[in-house]
């Protein structure tokens, strides 16, 4: 059994862009900054084997903003940084009739097919309504970090912040066996 843990990017992995009381996602690397005070967190799921992943909608790369080459390049930052296995991007903009811009479960599923996991047992972790929708819509744990875009949908659990999701990731592996499974396919 391969199981996952889906990071939202924006706000969740990386810090967004201040742009005066507003923010933005990154348009450039030089704007690009990877939150380090979660490495260790990360370190202790990929320890119990999880395999981790970002999803990000990026409905700017049809306009530019960014460039999908400067996309690329920050994304090799993130996964290098936090050993992520991928990031899973929609890059389409809002009106295309995508089935991968979340909240529609696209990129997961595309995921689970490619690198056969097992989405039931699997987790995601944001801040917004509409990661906790498509885990939903997957059969996956949504664990919601407390924030203004939270939303008044379904969500399995909600959180203070980062460490506390990673730990509540931890407790309902460990109550559904998943943790014991994953540590006997341990070489
Ligand atoms: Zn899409």
Redesign the pocket.
């Known amino acids: 059994m391969k199981v996952a843990v889906f990071f939202e990017r924006d706000g969740v992995l990386i810090h967004p862009v201040s742009e005066g009381a507003a923010v933005r996602t990154p348009h450039r690397l030089e704007e690009f900054r990877v939150r380090e005070d979660i490495v260790e967190a990360l370190g202790q799921l990929r320890a119990a084997g999880f395999r981790l992943f970002a999803t990000t909608?990026q409905p700017g790369v049809t306009s530019g903003a960014p460039t999908r080459r400067e996309l690329d390049l920050m994304h090799t930052v993130l996964c290098r940084k936090l050993s992520l296995e991928a990031v899973l991007?929609?890059?389409?903009p809002a009106d295309?009739a995508?089935?991968?811009?979340k909240p529609?479960p696209?990129?997961l599923r595309e995921a689970a097919h490619q690198y056969k996991l097992d989405l039931e047992h699997s987790f995601v972790v944001s801040d917004r309504w509409e990661d906790a929708e498509l885990a939903d819509a997957v059969g996956a744990t949504s664990v919601l970090i407390r924030s203004k875009t939270n939303g008044s949908g379904h969500h399995d659990y909600i959180v203070p912040d980062f460490s506390a999701a990673v730990a509540k990731v931890m407790e309902v592996a460990r109550d559904l066996g998943t943790l014991r499974v994953l540590s006997e396919q341990k070489p």
């Not at 991007?89 to 389409?92: K, N, Q, R, Y």
């Open positions: 909608n991007v929609c890059p389409h295309d995508c089935t991968c811009r529609l696209g990129l």
